[in-house]
């Protein structure tokens, strides 16, 4: 048995998620992500800090380093073999191996992101992980999922209750009132030579 609050976190932690890993890896995947953060964060100011909520081997997180080759990078990932590929290239200290869910706020970062990751949340549980998004950055928040205007559950590579798609973007947006979308698009699995999914991204900013 596991300690795990929902079996999502059981799933992703364990075997499902670490053949993820190899589905999810190489130099093409690293293409496509550069060329996503470019125009995601084309109208964000200065970025020298990103946190990464669900950051698997830290795909998203090279690309940005890519960006921004200064940039202090910190990552929260529930994979333990996940975790232990995001410590070659990151400071042990700064990778919090668990659940989202447990994860402390001890530091802001310019950016907080999150890709792909809400939409295999327990919808019981977004709460939670939006209060990290939004404690855990000091100016922006990135978010790139499957979007729906109402929530609907997906039947994920034939497991069920494992995708969830809704409007996450506008429930932050409603949720804090200090928070304002400065930039939104879309990318469509088409369009090659990019190997993302249909991601919505939706560029959230601080206004305090």
């Known amino acids: 048995m596991s300690n795990y609050e929902t079996p999502q976190e059981t799933f992703w ?3 499902f998620g670490d053949e993820y890993i190899g589905r999810n890896d190489g130099e093409a ?3 496509s992500n550069l060329k996503f953060f ?3 964060l084309q109208q964000a100011g200065e970025v020298k800090s990103c946190l990464e909520l669900g950051a698997n081997i830290g795909m998203n997180l090279k690309a940005l380093e890519l ?4 940039i202090i990078m910190r990552a929260v990932e529930i994979n333990p073999i996940a975790a232990d ?3 070659n290239f990151i400071p042990t200290a700064q ?3 668990g659940s989202i869910y447990n994860c402390p706020v001890e530091e802001k970062s310019d950016l907080a992101l ?3 990751v809400l939409i295999h949340v327990n919808p019981e549980m977004l709460e939670v992980v939006y209060e990290k ?3 855990m950055s000091n100016r922006y928040i990135l978010i790139c999922e499957y979007y729906n205007p109402t929530p609907v559950t997906i039947n994920y590579r034939g497991h069920d209750d494992r995708l969830f798609k809704r409007d996450f973007a506008g429930e932050m947006l409603d949720k804090y009132p200090d928070l304002a979308l400065i930039d939104y698009g879309f990318t469509y699995r088409r369009v090659k030579p990019c190997l993302l999914d249909d991601i919505t991204w939706f560029l959230l900013e601080k206004r305090i």
Request: glycine share 4%; hydrophobic share 45%; no cysteine.
């Open 85 to 87: 590929a995001l410590r």
């Open 13 to 15: 932690a364990g075997k």
């Open 29 to 31: 995947m690293l293409a």
């Open 95 to 97: 990778v919090y191996e």
């Open 67 to 70: 960006l921004h080759p200064n």
């Open 38 to 40: 470019t125009r995601a």
């Open 133 to 135: 998004l939004y404690q």
């Open 114 to 116: 999150i890709k792909t």
